[in-house]
């Protein structure tokens, strides 16, 4: 009899504990890699952020190094969100989806915009204005796409 029970509270868990910890999954992996996207206007050098502060928006996961940080992007997430979600811009302009190193950067007009790489973002610069233009045309096809799709 305490076999039954113990089984059927380990399925109880798993029914209602199970769905709740799915759930707490769904934004594990932290946008930008970890980096702090405030700092990136804020400071000279973006800064990785701490799990002590943490917040999401548009189904990404962001931290950020500081409490401050972290009110600044909840005032207003749309300023500090990563354009294209995070994806490379240059790769954006030409619809495809490679991952922005967030080393590799530039803020535009208070925008942070992410390149895959020094290679790449040298073409980017070559045309900021036109790969912008380029890309926001381009998001609006490839934004719920599989980058492998591409």
């Given at each position: 009899m305490k076999i039954k029970a113990t089984l059927l509270a380990l399925t109880a868990l798993f029914a209602f504990g199970g769905n709740a910890a799915a759930a707490d999954n769904a934004h594990s992996a932290p946008a930008v890699q970890g980096y702090d996207v405030v700092s990136y206007q804020t400071g000279k050098r973006p800064v990785r952020g701490s799990g002590h502060y943490v917040a999401t928006h548009d189904g990404a996961t962001y931290i950020f190094s500081s409490q401050e940080n972290?009110?600044?992007?909840?005032?207003?997430?749309?300023?500090?969100?990563?354009?294209?979600?995070?994806?490379?811009?240059?790769?954006?302009?030409?619809?495809?989806?490679?991952?922005?190193?967030?080393?590799?950067?530039?803020?535009?007009?208070?925008?942070?915009?992410?390149?895959?790489?020094?290679?790449?973002?040298?073409?980017?610069?070559?045309?900021?204005?036109?790969?912008?233009?380029?890309?926001?045309?381009?998001?609006?096809?490839?934004?719920?796409?599989?980058?492998?799709?591409?």
């Open positions: 972290l009110q600044t992007f909840k005032n207003n997430p749309e300023r500090y969100a990563p354009a294209y979600n995070g994806y490379c811009a240059f790769g954006v302009s030409v619809g495809k989806k490679f991952v922005g190193d967030p080393e590799v950067f530039r803020v535009v007009n208070n925008r942070l915009y992410l390149n895959l790489d020094a290679t790449i973002q040298d073409d980017w610069l070559k045309d900021i204005p036109g790969r912008i233009k380029s890309a926001d045309k381009q998001w609006t096809k490839i934004e719920n796409k599989d980058p492998a799709a591409l």
